[in-house]
T-cell receptor, first 110, second 115 residues
Framework: GQQVMQIPQYQHVQEGEDFTTYCNSS?????IQWYKQRPGGHPVFLIQ?????EVKKQKRLTFQFGEAKKNSSLHITATQTTDVGTYFC??????????FGTGTRLQVTL | DGGITQSPKYLFRKEGQNVTLSCEQN?????MYWYRQDPGQGLRLIYY???????QKGDIAEGYSVSREKKESFPLTVTSAQKNPTAFYLC??????????????FGPGTRLTVL
């Protein structure tokens, strides 16, 4: 079945440093979504990418979808303590369900 | 106030007992999902339903059962056959009208501990 892997599993940065998490699917995706889960909370939708090579920005967050539609990345510029949490990518194949990645936990310290 | 509710937030059960987790949504969404999350892990799909009176197994359905008698409700039963039921259970819904995976909205989750 479809598998979605994320690296790194965990990253600890100083506030102001940049952060990137990478997502790789074993199969071609129709779209990829990104979610953020704060500690003790539930996943919250951030963005969806559909087109090959698509790049979208949300303030300090930049999302990319690979040309082959099998990988994606999330880059955060100048992290803040409010960015703390686990970031999940979720890939959509041909069915109506999503396959969630393993997640990257981000810790930001002052 | 629209959204997804799950109750209770924390649930304790003795080993060998069945337990049912509640999930209700008032977003008028067609599709609903149940995920399991273990500490430090991603989300694994247990069951999903695209329409009332129909549901499909996800990746880890063994030991679980669901029903979808109403559009708003998708309860999950954790049976005694589930070997390791202690986990954080998340319910989600999506519009589901496109036939493809669209944005999912999650409830606050139920943390189940089996003693």
């Amino acid at each position: 079945g479809q598998q979605v892997m994320q690296i790194p599993q965990y990253q600890h940065v100083q506030e102001g440093e940049d952060f990137t998490t990478y997502c790789n699917s074993s199969t071609t995706l129709s779209n990829i979504q990104w979610y953020k889960q704060r500690p003790g909370g539930h996943p919250v939708f951030l963005i969806q990418l559909v087109k090959s090579g698509e790049v979208k920005k949300q303030k300090r967050l930049t999302f990319q979808f690979g040309e082959a539609k099998k990988n994606s990345s999330l880059h955060i510029t100048a992290t803040q303590t409010t960015d703390v949490g686990t970031y999940f990518c979720a890939g959509a194949g041909t069915a109506s369900k999503l396959t969630f990645g393993t997640g990257t936990r981000l810790q930001v310290t002052l | 106030d629209g959204g997804i509710t799950q109750s209770p937030k924390y649930l304790f059960r003795k080993e060998g007992q069945n337990v049912t987790l509640s999930c209700e949504q008032n977003l008028n969404h067609d599709a609903m999902y149940w995920y399991r999350q273990d500490p430090g892990q991603g989300l694994r799909l247990i069951y999903y339903s695209q329409i009332v009176n129909d549901f499909q197994k996800g990746d880890i359905a063994e030991g679980y059962s669901v029903s979808r008698e109403k559009k708003e409700s998708f309860p999950l039963t954790v049976t005694s056959a589930q070997k390791n039921p202690t986990a954080f259970y998340l319910c989600a819904s999506s519009m589901g009208t496109s036939g493809r995976a669209d944005t999912q909205y999650f409830g606050p989750g139920t943390r189940l501990t089996v003693l």
